[in-house]
């Protein structure tokens, strides 16, 4: 089963406006990464953030983590019609494997209207 | 400076038919992942390769599902005997590998449909 879990399913706003994303999350974690999506294809990363870093910024985008409370959240601010799309959050787990899997949450639909 | 490439990007078959979709990886990124998308849907883990290490297929959902990586490059995910709910897009995924953060820089997707 999927580890990450969005909310909300999906966010309508318009431009300008600030976009807030939640991912919550089950287990302990390496690191938390967030990809765009556009159009159902290919996935862009666009942020990683480490399980001892509690935030961090790229352009419009700021991340925050909380390991307490096993959750992120993606905010993207002054948001354009191009910022339409979905937005995943995805977790680097601790277990011991020798493999590193990322598991990808549920998703965040985003609509940005001009 | 090519990124991760998937072929064909549509495919349509029949009901019965197998299927192979290929990923070709960025270059020197030893790992390589799967993943399967549903309409409106979060990914799904398929199967995943490291370097020479046996592949961690736990993700697989049948016995139909296969997967190769030759060379520790190409790989080719087959599908054996189609059924209509194996119809998503089929994502790959490469990354530098173990010892990395671990992004993972992802292909177009080649979208199966399965009549």
């Known amino acids: 089963s999927q580890q990450g879990e969005e909310d909300p399913q999906a966010l309508s706003i318009q431009e300008g406006e600030n976009a807030t994303m939640n991912c919550s999350y089950k287990?302990?974690?390496?690191?938390l990464q967030w990809y765009r999506q556009n159009s159902g294809r290919g996935l862009v990363h666009l942020i990683l953030i480490r399980s001892n870093e509690r935030e961090k910024h790229s352009g419009r985008l700021r991340v925050t983590l909380d390991t307490s409370k096993k959750s992120s959240s993606l905010l993207i601010t002054a948001s354009r019609a191009a910022d339409t799309a979905s937005y995943f959050c995805?977790?680097?787990?601790?277990?011991?494997?020798?493999?590193?899997?990322?598991?990808f949450g549920t998703g965040t639909r985003l609509l940005v209207s001009p | 400076g090519a990124g991760v490439s998937q072929s064909p990007s549509n495919k349509v078959t029949e009901k019965g038919k197998d299927v192979e979709l290929r990923c070709d990886p960025i270059?020197?990124?030893?790992?390589l992942y799967w993943y399967r998308q549903s309409l409106g849907q979060g990914l799904e883990f398929l199967i995943y390769?490291?370097?020479?290490?046996?592949?961690?297929k736990s993700g697989l959902p049948s016995d139909r599902f296969s997967a190769e990586r030759t060379g520790g490059s190409v790989s080719t995910l087959t599908i054996q005997r189609t059924q209509q709910e194996d119809s998503a897009v089929y994502l790959c995924?490469?990354?530098?590998?173990?010892?990395?953060?671990?992004?993972?820089?992802f292909g177009p997707g080649t979208r199966l449909t399965v009549l």
């Open positions: 390769f490291q370097g020479n290490s046996a592949p961690d």
């Open positions: 287990t302990s974690i390496n690191n």
């Open positions: 995805a977790t680097d787990g601790t277990e011991n494997t020798g493999f590193q899997k990322l598991v």
């Open positions: 995924a490469s990354s530098p590998g173990q010892g990395t953060d671990n992004e993972q820089f």
């Open positions: 270059s020197g990124h030893t790992a």
